[in-house]
């Protein structure tokens, strides 16, 4: 008699840990870049990479990583979190962040590294490693942005409008209607504007917007952080700056022109198939590009990483990269 197989069950955050080393990073720049260490000073070193751009790390994010194995490392990114100067657009490119990881590497004398990143963090984790396959042992990402035009348009001009249409409203409200044709150019005239308080406003329904339809379970499961002002407008410009700029790469789909010099890393895909933010098209494109990668479409999530079958994955996937 056949039995039907017993589910295996999911995975689950390891335990809260504290940081036992941190700083900030002079850039030589006007910026200063915060970094800190916490699990094993001697474990397999891996990188954290945070979303938006502009989105920050948190204490939560050394939770995906066994820290008896790992020595974790994590950084706000320019502009963001403890980093400064707060939502500064200044020299903030894409490229000016790989700098910045490359130095907080070199600093802390670490040869090559896991390196780890979802959304926003999945577009430069792919951009790191292309420009430095030789310092990446693996790469872990989870909810994959292109940063192409299509995926732009559909989450800030049409598409996941016609899933969330409640909370689309929220985030067209600040921009009159003769200008919503095209509402990144107009959130970057306010958010880049000298009115505060329109800024303000206009931050905290960008920032809204995405954090309400981050998770499955809709608004909800959002953190009152995106509400915030003080964090949505380093999130909304820094965001807006480098969508409207389109990642400050030289074209369109320009990540998976450069597959051919990084598909020797080993690689872990986690994808809510529910994603709203960043759609399960992303990971399937990297996938078809990048078949040596291991991609799973967790089918009950969307794109929090918060969300149980998201953590079962890159909990999985962090203990199999410490291994390669």
Known sequence: MAFPAIPTPRRDLYPEIESYNHGWLKTGSIHEIY????????????????????????????????????RIVMLDQRGCGLSRPNASLEDNTT?????????????????????FGGSWG??????????????????????????????????????ASMIWPDLWEGFLAPIPEAERGNLMA??????????????????????????????????????DKFADPE????????????????????????LLTQID????????????RFDVVTPASGAWALHRAFPEAKLEIIADAGHASSEPGIIDSLVRATDWAAKQ
């Open 261 to 272: 010099k990084i598909r020797h890393i080993p690689t872990w895909i986690a994808q809510g």
């Open 186 to 223: 107009a959130y970057y005239k306010r958010l880049t504007g000298d009115n505060i308080e329109e800024r303000n406003r206009c931050a905290v329904a960008w920032s809204t917007w995405e954090g309400n339809t981050v998770s499955a379970a809709g608004p909800t499961a959002t953190p």
């Open 95 to 115: 490229w000016d962040l790989i700098a910045d990881i490359e130095a907080i590497r070199d600093m802390l004398g670490i040869d090559k590294w896991v390196v």
């Open 122 to 159: 999945s577009t430069l984790s792919l951009a790191y490693a292309v420009m430095y396959p030789e310092r990446t042992q693996a790469l872990v990402l989870r909810g994959i942005f292109l940063m192409s035009e299509k995926e732009l348009h559909w989450f800030y001009q049409e598409g």
């Open 35 to 70: 970094w800190e260490e916490s699990g094993n000073p001697d474990g397999v070193p891996v990188i954290v990479l945070h979303g938006g751009p502009g989105g920050a790390v948190n204490p939560g994010m050394r939770r995906y990583f066994d820290p008896a194995v790992y």
């Open 231 to 254: 964090f949505a407008v380093a999130f909304a410009r820094i965001e807006n700056w480098y969508f409207t700029n389109k990642g400050f790469f030289e074209s369109d789909g320009w």
